[in-house]
Structure formats: C-alpha cells, structure tokens
C-alpha cells in the first residue's frame, strides 16, 4: 500500500504515519524526521536544510526530490509506504508521479487530515518530542509522567526548534501556499480522501484505516 499523509503542520501525520506502519508494516517516510537529523548529524544535508528550517521555510525542491526518489527506491519499499510530509509542492507532486511511473507504480490512497489553524498553534506549541524514539507529548493533552523525560523510553525530551509561535506561524502560510493546492491536485488524479484530525488519536487513526482499507 503507497500513501501519502497530506495536512497542516500539527495535523498529527507522524503520529498517525507510525501507527500505520505498525499496522501495515510498511516504512514511514517523513522528510522531516530525515531532515532533522541530518541537521542533527551535522551532514552536508544537515548543512544545506538547516537555516530554512529554523525559519519555517520549505528546503528547497530539488534537495527533498532527490532524498525522495532514493529512499523509495529501497528494498523496505516494495511492500508500500507512507509519506509524511512530501510532498509539500505542486513540483514536489509532479516528480513523486514521475518517479513512480517509471517504476510501474501507482499510489492508493493521499489522506487529508485537516485541523483548525487556532487548534494546530495550541497543539505544536505544548509539543515535545522524545529525542531517543521519537515519541510524542503535550503539557496539556499528553503530559510525561515525569517532566521532560519519556515514559516509554526513559529519553530527554526535547521541543523542536521551528515550535515556537513565530515560526508555526511561517509554517502555516507557507501550508496554506505551497502545500494546500495539492488537494486539488489529488482530488483530480481521483485518490484524495479526507478525514477530521479532531479527536483523539485512536479515533483519528480508525477514520484513515476506514479510508485506506
Ligand atoms: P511540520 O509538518 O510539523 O511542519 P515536518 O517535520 O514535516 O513538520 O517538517 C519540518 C520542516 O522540514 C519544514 O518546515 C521544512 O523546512 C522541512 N521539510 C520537511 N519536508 C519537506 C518537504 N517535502 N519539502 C521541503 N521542506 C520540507
Ligand atoms: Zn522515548
């Protein structure tokens, strides 16, 4: 199964995308994820994403096109995928088409998952992440059982350095300009499917499953 995970930052794509891997056991693909440790790794990818980043902005096309097309490319794949967080522009869309066409591929099913702009501001700002597994939580809605650490792994827990309300602000034009016209795009090829991101995550995540299955 290929999918891709459409919606504004705060949505809850990686949460919602690590749940589908379980269950489908297909990789989760978020360029995010990729891209935050190259700049924590401090590589010439790291390098080149970092600054946009900080500042919310989208790291350029071609860069995530290329971290794209070889990761997919990859044996994990064969099975499907789930992106989360590409693409995020209409040249990004076109490439992923191009790229799966030419290896005979196609995709099931782009999930929308929509949420307020004033719920997204409220969601991201009280976020942490574990830096060990990834894990999430939320001051108000998810509180560690102990502070700034995790409960499933015991990790530091840490806040992104683009959560703060300047930034998520930024994020959020740059979804509303870039990454929102891919709606239409999809609908067109006929495979969007659009689900509330409002809600607990068990109820958001049996809304994708009843789409996707
Ligand atoms: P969110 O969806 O919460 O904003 P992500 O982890 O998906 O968070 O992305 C964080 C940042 O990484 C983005 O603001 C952008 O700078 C960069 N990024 C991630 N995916 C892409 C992409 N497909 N194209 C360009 N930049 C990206
Ligand atoms: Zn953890």
Known sequence: MRLILLGPPGAGKGTQAKLLKEKFKIPQISTGDILRNAVKNNTALGVQADSFMAAGQLVPDDVVIGLIKERIKRDDCDPGFILDGFPRTIVQADKLSETLEAMNLALDRVVD?????????????????????????????????????????????????????????????????????????????????????????????????????
């Open 113 to 213: 998952l929509e949420v307020d702009p004033e719920e997204v501001i409220n969601r991201l700002t009280g976020r942490s992440t574990c830096s060990e597994c990834g894990g999430m939580f939320h001051e108000e809605s998810r509180k560690p059982k102990v502070a700034h650490v995790c409960d499933c792994c015991g990790g530091a827990l840490a806040q992104r350095q683009d959560d703060n309300k300047a930034t998520i602000l930024k994020r959020l034009d740059v979804y509303q300009e870039s990454t929102a016209p891919l709606k239409e795009f999809y609908k067109k090829q006929g495979n969007l499917g659009t689900v509330s991101a409002k809600g607990s995550v068990e109820e958001i995540f049996s809304r994708i499953c009843e789409l996707v299955t």
